[in-house]
């Protein structure tokens, strides 16, 4: 079995829907097709959440009325057998009509999570009928049956297998089975979400839980690029990413990946490839354990954070002092991202502001506490990063970029510096011409 994760850019248009069905039907062997909505549609589907809220109900149909449009538009234009086309229509329209019955009923994160994933459930519709409309036989699951994912971040991928294979055992044969990204049962067995972007982990989650072949994550570019291309020009798609290196650039931002994506398929050494839908014929690239190449890969910026510092010149060095500051963190279940000391202060960022004031309620007896919000983490990234001498030349950026934190040396593969957002575009562009566009004065050691 080999899963395929189509994205909101690749099943955007009837261009890409057409790409997305001739990579789905080459080649041989079963296929696990997951997809996400049409791009732009889940940001709809927010805005109808954030309506509910406000009691907005002319606005809510007027959103309904355009995503009954968009979609019955891809049906015409693909769909050429009447009577499916019909029926697929009616389909859509139900979903709307389930919609709308929720958006009326009393607001919670589970109408939250029923709203925002309608999207995957038209487009999955839709697909099925247009495979089948082209001879091409197809199961369509409904994630909601097998995705019981209960811990975010770590997953039960044997639990999401045993259910899997319940929910296929009753079908007939096929080699393409389809079904929706980023929508998770949990542990209340509701209905939840992966998060924005959560396809991608649903393609992992689902390639660990089926001990695929490969997984293989369709979007709009060819491959990881060695920095973010919608800040910077002249970026290049990266061939090779170990497991560690995708995770980390992940993890802080590159928003090619949902943070989370690859942690699921690297104990069971699964390759992830990265592809263009629109170019396949491009090598795209190929995270796995074998990954080769040393040195500063890529780097990526994560935005959101805020930086907490603790100033006391009294309990500092005592020891015990950094144990009761992150007993505090843990908490209020918050992750602690950069960490940076002194003689009498301690620097630390977090991304999640949720229980923010509770935390500094209680630090704020160990010493003179400041908070920085709206700042972004930029990381560089790559085997033995901190040894190579390219990467040294972001020291000569501190004399002209106020840079907040830096963090060398906690891993070998990431040097993380910590800059005011407003900065971040600005600071990207500076390293890229530094590290990988100057011409190479010293060889990587
Ligand atoms: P999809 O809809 O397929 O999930 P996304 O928009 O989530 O696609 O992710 C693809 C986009 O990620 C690219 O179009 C690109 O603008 C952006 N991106 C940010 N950082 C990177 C990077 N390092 N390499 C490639 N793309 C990146
Ligand atoms: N459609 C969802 C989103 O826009 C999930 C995804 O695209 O991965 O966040
Ligand atoms: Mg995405």
């Given at each position: 079995m080999k899963v395929l994760k189509f994205g909101g850019t690749s099943v955007g248009s009837i261009e890409g829907i057409r790409n997305v069905k001739s990579i789905s039907c080459s080649g041989t062997g079963k296929k696990l097709l997951v997809l996400s909505a049409m791009s732009g549609v889940t940001n709809e589907l927010v805005r109808i959440t954030e309506l509910i809220a406000a009691d907005d109900e002319t606005s809510i149909d007027m959103i309904l009325g355009l995503l009954e449009i968009k979609h019955f538009q891809v049906i015409e234009e693909l769909i050429e057998n009447k009577l499916l086309r019909y029926e697929t229509k009616n389909e859509i329209s139900a979903i709307l009509s389930e919609l709308k019955k929720t958006t009326?009923?009393?607001?919670s994160e589970v109408i939250y999570s029923l709203v925002v994933t309608a999207g995957e459930r038209m487009l999955t519709r839709i697909f099925s009928a247009y495979l089948e409309d082209c001879g091409v036989a197809n199961h369509l699951l409904d994630a909601r049956d097998f995705m019981?994912?209960?811990?975010?971040?770590?997953?039960d991928t044997t639990l999401v297998g045993h259910k899997f294979k319940e929910t296929v055992s009753s079908l007939t044969e096929t080699d393409i089975y389809i079904t929706q990204g980023f929508v998770r049962i949990d542990e209340n067995n509701r209905v939840n979400t992966?998060?924005?972007?959560g396809s991608d982990y649903t393609a992992t989650i689902l390639g660990a839980a089926l001990d695929a072949q490969e997984v293989q994550i369709w979007t709009d570019?060819?491959?990881?690029?060695?920095?973010d291309p919608r800040y910077v020009e002249h970026t290049h798609p990266i061939a090779e990413l170990s497991f560690e290196e995708a995770a980390e650039l992940a993890y802080f931002g590159?928003?090619?990946?949902?943070?989370?994506?690859?942690?699921?398929v690297i104990h069971k050494n699964i390759p992830v490839y990265l592809k263009n839908t629109f170019t396949p014929f491009l090598p795209g690239t190929k995270i796995s354990a074998e990954a080769t190449g040393k040195g500063l890969k890529a780097i990526s910026a994560k935005d959101g954070i805020t930086a907490i510092k603790i100033k006391s010149n009294?309990?500092?060095?005592?020891?015990g002092f950094l144990r009761k500051i992150f007993e505090v963190f843990d908490r209020h279940q918050t992750a602690i991202d950069m960490i940076t000391t002194s003689e009498i202060a301690i620097s630390l960022t977090i991304?999640?502001?949720?229980n923010l004031v509770k935390i500094i309620e209680e630090i704020d007896d160990y010493g003179e506490i400041t908070v920085e919000k709206n700042h972004s983490i930029i990381c560089l990234v790559g085997e033995s990063v901190i040894k190579d001498?390219?990467?040294?030349?972001?020291?000569?950026?501190l004399h002209d970029t106020s840079i907040r934190m830096i963090s060398y040396g906690?891993?070998?593969?990431n040097i993380s510096l910590l800059v005011d957002t407003s900065n971040k575009i600005s600071v990207l562009q500076k390293l890229h011409q530094k590290?990988?566009?100057?011409?190479?004065?010293e060889e990587f050691v």
């Amino acid at each position: 079995m080999k899963v395929l994760k189509f994205g909101g850019t690749s099943v955007g248009s009837i261009e890409g829907i057409r790409n997305v069905k001739s990579i789905s039907c080459s080649g041989t062997g079963k296929k696990l097709l997951v997809l996400s909505a049409m791009s732009g549609v889940t940001n709809e589907l927010v805005r109808i959440t954030e309506l509910i809220a406000a009691d907005d109900e002319t606005s809510i149909d007027m959103i309904l009325g355009l995503l009954e449009i968009k979609h019955f538009q891809v049906i015409e234009e693909l769909i050429e057998n009447k009577l499916l086309r019909y029926e697929t229509k009616n389909e859509i329209s139900a979903i709307l009509s389930e919609l709308k019955k929720t958006t009326k009923r009393e607001y919670s994160e589970v109408i939250y999570s029923l709203v925002v994933t309608a999207g995957e459930r038209m487009l999955t519709r839709i697909f099925s009928a247009y495979l089948e409309d082209c001879g091409v036989a197809n199961h369509l699951l409904d994630a909601r049956d097998f995705m019981q994912v209960n811990n975010l971040e770590n997953p039960d991928t044997t639990l999401v297998g045993h259910k899997f294979k319940e929910t296929v055992s009753s079908l007939t044969e096929t080699d393409i089975y389809i079904t929706q990204g980023f929508v998770r049962i949990d542990e209340n067995n509701r209905v939840n979400t992966l998060k924005r972007g959560g396809s991608d982990y649903t393609a992992t989650i689902l390639g660990a839980a089926l001990d695929a072949q490969e997984v293989q994550i369709w979007t709009d570019i060819d491959g990881f690029h060695n920095n973010d291309p919608r800040y910077v020009e002249h970026t290049h798609p990266i061939a090779e990413l170990s497991f560690e290196e995708a995770a980390e650039l992940a993890y802080f931002g590159a928003k090619i990946l949902h943070p989370q994506t690859v942690s699921p398929v690297i104990h069971k050494n699964i390759p992830v490839y990265l592809k263009n839908t629109f170019t396949p014929f491009l090598p795209g690239t190929k995270i796995s354990a074998e990954a080769t190449g040393k040195g500063l890969k890529a780097i990526s910026a994560k935005d959101g954070i805020t930086a907490i510092k603790i100033k006391s010149n009294r309990m500092l060095m005592a020891h015990g002092f950094l144990r009761k500051i992150f007993e505090v963190f843990d908490r209020h279940q918050t992750a602690i991202d950069m960490i940076t000391t002194s003689e009498i202060a301690i620097s630390l960022t977090i991304d999640d502001n949720r229980n923010l004031v509770k935390i500094i309620e209680e630090i704020d007896d160990y010493g003179e506490i400041t908070v920085e919000k709206n700042h972004s983490i930029i990381c560089l990234v790559g085997e033995s990063v901190i040894k190579d001498k390219k990467a040294s030349s972001i020291f000569e950026l501190l004399h002209d970029t106020s840079i907040r934190m830096i963090s060398y040396g906690g891993s070998n593969n990431n040097i993380s510096l910590l800059v005011d957002t407003s900065n971040k575009i600005s600071v990207l562009q500076k390293l890229h011409q530094k590290v990988f566009e100057a011409k190479p004065v010293e060889e990587f050691v």
